[in-house]
């Protein structure tokens, strides 16, 4: 477990798991919405695909992320192991709220400068709407994925509850 994908729908705790297997197993982890969104104003960087792929072309890394469509291949071809937070929207949606609600009342920056804002709300690709709408789209993606013969080699760990990838990450050995 070397190149590690750390994927689910916003609010599975992709990137709290990925930092945590990440400090274990002492590979460098990378927040893809970091990567993705260059500064202020929600900005994408337009070198994402070429900073990814310099990334992917490691040794070792962790993403927490399924992975933005313009990276998702190469990242599913050049992984070794798939973390898939497979939770029902009754565990996501009370996390993706609280998080949400929280950095816009704290004004919590997010991803290079930006923070999450009380009319963002109100849009589409806020992520307490996105893992509403998403959940089960995502879902069916990855599953096509973890079945694809293009990504046979890939170790798939799928996860149902906080409890099970907990239990699994409390047995990982330390590097």
């Not at 609600?101 to 963002?120: H, K, M, S, W």
């Not at 709407?129 to 046979?152: L, M, V």
């Amino acid at each position: 477990m070397r190149r590690i994908l750390v994927a689910g729908i916003s609010g599975a705790g992709k990137s709290t798991l990925a930092r945590a297997l990440s400090n274990r197993l002492a590979v460098p982890c990378h927040e893809m919405d970091g990567l993705y969104f260059a500064g202020p104003g929600w900005a994408v960087d337009e070198a994402f695909p070429v900073r990814v792929a310099e990334i992917a072309g490691t040794p070792a890394w962790i993403f927490d992320s399924f992975g933005y469509p313009e990276v998702r291949d190469l990242l599913w071809e050049r992984a070794d192991t798939v973390v898939w937070l497979d939770y029902p929207r009754r565990v996501v949606m009370p996390r993706v709220l609280r998080r949400s609600l929280r950095r816009t009342v704290l004004r919590e920056p997010v991803f290079n400068g930006n923070r999450e804002t009380v009319a963002g709300w109100f849009q589409s690709d806020h992520p307490a709407w996105w893992a509403w709408s998403q959940h089960a789209a995502r879902q069916a993606e990855i599953r096509r994925r973890t079945r694809d013969p293009r990504f046979a080699p890939l170790r798939v760990l799928r996860f149902t509850s906080p409890y099970s990838a907990a239990v699994w990450l409390r047995s990982v050995a330390p590097a």
